[in-house]
């Protein structure tokens, strides 16, 4: 897995817990923040759907309690993962040596200052302190060079406990610490590549999107996309749902975002009406996929049509100048829709999946047109599709055919692999990577265990 050493390798830990997903990665680092480049060591992710899904949504103190609980065992993983877990009392040291170890690493460092750091977070604390007297701090050498957590925007509950518990390990190794934005770390992901499963990859560039081959093990570092400028990045998830424009790394703009819902709300919400599990993405997706089938195997689209059951789904300002999105009025459409259906003796479950297909069709026509016209527009040399909702295969699928129809020279399409396309902590350490690179450049590097606020409503 290794490229060998490079210019400027270094090693981040970052963690992640704006939303469900707690979550700690270890990447290494290189090339600079004009051209960044990454090996992922560890990056364990733990999702807390089942914990929120009786609820139909995140519980925001029951996220905060999860992550306090999750966030030490991951971290212990992550390290041991990537080779930098030492358990002082597994050294090569006489009992005696031993003994003197640990009762001078009972005595944490900077505990005083980690205890005031976690204060609001006693249950964190308490296995924070028994980490730091069981394990030794990462290697001077090889080591972490830099620690990075998501400051924003999520639930600021959950973003409080990633952010105080990145500064008491900032504080406990006295390693250097930098907040990063997760909606910048959704953009990084698409330059993270699973480099450990190489079979299984689905390297994003278009052309072996609709022609999937397989890698070559020692290709897959060249095969690390290079984003050309300008650019515009598509990103939705949960609660964004943004056109962003770059014109170089680290500048962005927003030229277009959703005046209502985000996409990936929408789909949660309209999954809610129909019955469906949370999160509504999977769900409606694989309903959808359903009802896409029938169409394609059988004659059944006919018979339905026949049966004057045809269903439309408005697409909400497809057609407006602006690059704005709105989908609070397509989930209404879909609650007035089941609610006329049951009121009429006409509801049936099998209904479900067409439903979930015409809902998918009008977000999935939206987001392409409104994506086409900003690539048209501004004269773009890359388009990044990321964020939770770019997990979907029918989004993923049109983007990228009509931008590979249109473009199909010289034009660079990327999305995540489907592992980085939810919240995952690999993708905030690639942002840090670079903002840490931009900043060091500048000769202003980050401090230990700096003030950091977490905030809820961080934007670019
Ligand atoms: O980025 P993300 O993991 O968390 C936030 O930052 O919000 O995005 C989560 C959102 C959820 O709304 C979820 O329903 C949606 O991404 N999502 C999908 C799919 N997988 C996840 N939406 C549509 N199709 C999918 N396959
Ligand atoms: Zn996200």
Not at 44 to 57: A, N, P, R
Not at 382 to 394: D, W, Y
Request: charged residues 25%.
């Amino acid at each position: 897995m290794s490229v060998g050493r490079q210019v400027n390798n270094m090693k981040i830990l970052s963690i992640e817990t704006s939303c469900d997903e707690t979550s700690v990665a270890i990447l290494e680092c290189f090339g600079g923040f004009k051209n960044p480049r990454f090996n992922i060591l560890s990056n364990v992710v733990l999702s807390q759907i089942d914990i929120h899904k009786e609820f139909g949504g995140v519980v925001p103190n029951l996220a905060r309690r999860e992550h306090q609980k999750n966030l030490v065992p991951i971290l212990t993983q992550a390290l041991n993962e990537s080779g930098m877990l030492k358990n002082y009392k597994f050294q090569n040291l006489n009992k005696s040596k031993i003994l003197t170890l640990r009762v001078i690493t009972r005595r944490v460092k900077n505990s005083k200052k980690i205890q005031k750091i976690l204060i609001r977070e006693p249950e964190l604390l308490e296995q924070v302190l028994k980490f730091l007297e069981n394990y030794e701090k990462p290697p001077r050498r090889g080591g972490v060079d830099l620690i990075s957590v998501t400051r924003g925007p999520g639930l600021e509950p959950a973003l409080w406990v990633g952010v105080n518990f990145a500064r008491a390990l900032s504080c406990a190794w006295e390693i250097p610490l930098l907040g990063a934005n997760h909606l910048e770390g959704h953009i990084y992901s698409v330059l993270l590549l699973q480099n450990r499963v190489i079979s299984k990859s689905k390297f994003l560039i278009s052309k072996q999107i609709l022609n999937p081959q397989t890698e070559d093990k020692s290709q897959i570092q060249n095969k690390i996309p290079k984003i050309q400028f300008p650019a515009i990045a598509l990103v939705v998830s949960g609660g964004h749902t943004e056109i962003v424009l770059m014109n170089k790394w680290l500048d962005y703009k927003i030229i277009g975002q959703t005046l209502d819902d985000a996409a990936g709300e929408a789909f949660d919400k309209a999954a809610r009406i129909l019955g469906l599990g949370y999160p509504g993405g999977p769900e409606i997706s694989r309903e959808a996929e359903k009802w896409k089938s029938q169409i394609i195997n059988s004659k059944q689209i006919q018979n339905s049509n026949n049966q004057n059951q045809k269903i439309v789904l408005p697409r909400p300002m497809i057609n407006s100048k602006d690059f704005n999105f709105s989908f609070s009025g397509l989930k209404t459409a879909v609650l007035y829709l089941t609610q006329n259906l049951k009121k009429s003796g006409k509801w049936s479950e099998n209904l479900i999946p067409r439903i979930a297909y015409e809902f998918q069709e009008a977000a999935v026509d939206v987001l392409v047109k409104k994506s086409l016209k900003a690539v048209e527009k501004h004269n773009v040399k890359t388009f990044i599709l990321c964020g939770g909702v770019s997990a979907n295969k029918e989004l993923r699928y049109r983007i990228c055919d009509i931008l590979y129809k249109k473009y199909a020279k010289g034009f660079n399409f990327l999305m995540p692999e489907l592992e980085f396309s939810g919240d995952n902590a690999a993708m905030i350490g690639a942002a840090a990577y670079s903002n840490y690179s931009n900043l060091k450049s500048k000769n202003k590097l980050p401090k230990i265990a700096p003030f950091l606020n977490a905030d809820g409503n961080l934007n670019f």
